[in-house]
Nanobody
Framework: QVQLVESGGGLVQAGGSLRLSCAHSGPTFSVFNMGWFRQAPGEEREFVAFIRSSGSTIYYGNAVKGRFTISRDNAKNTVYLQMNSLKPEDTAVYYC????????????????WGQGTQVTVSS
């Protein structure tokens, strides 16, 4: 059974940075493609970033491109999201998710989800 646990969220001022972590336990982490999604109050959950199992392919949502960086450490069973130049509109609950295969931007492609971590950016 796969478990994903996010950490690193919090309150930060606009322009600041945070690094989110997602620790994976269960079947081999290195076979999973990993994604980050976020959901703001009253909004649909949206795609943030994706990294392939090998780390060879990365995609970002348009809203975060150039500011966020996804990475993974397969030896530590962890995926990271470095968030720089944060804006108030980045305020949301951030979720990591694991996928065997499928469209990187589609929530339906992901088989396992974490419980989420709150990120709040003040202006």
């Amino acid at each position: 059974q796969v478990q994903l646990v996010e950490s690193g969220g919090g309150l930060v001022q606009a322009g600041g940075s945070l690094r989110l972590s997602c620790a994976h336990s269960g079947p081999t982490f290195s076979v999973f493609n990993m994604g980050w999604f976020r959901q703001a109050p009253g909004e649909e959950r949206e795609f943030v970033a994706f990294i392939r199992s090998s780390g060879s392919t990365i995609y970002y949502g348009n809203a975060v491109k150039g500011r966020f960086t996804i990475s993974r450490d397969n030896a530590k069973n962890t995926v990271y999201l470095q968030m720089n130049s944060l804006k108030p509109e980045d305020t949301a609950v951030y979720y990591c998710a694991a996928s065997y295969y499928g469209s990187y931007y589609s929530q339906g492609s992901y088989d396992y989800w974490g419980q989420g971590t709150q990120v709040t950016v003040s202006s």
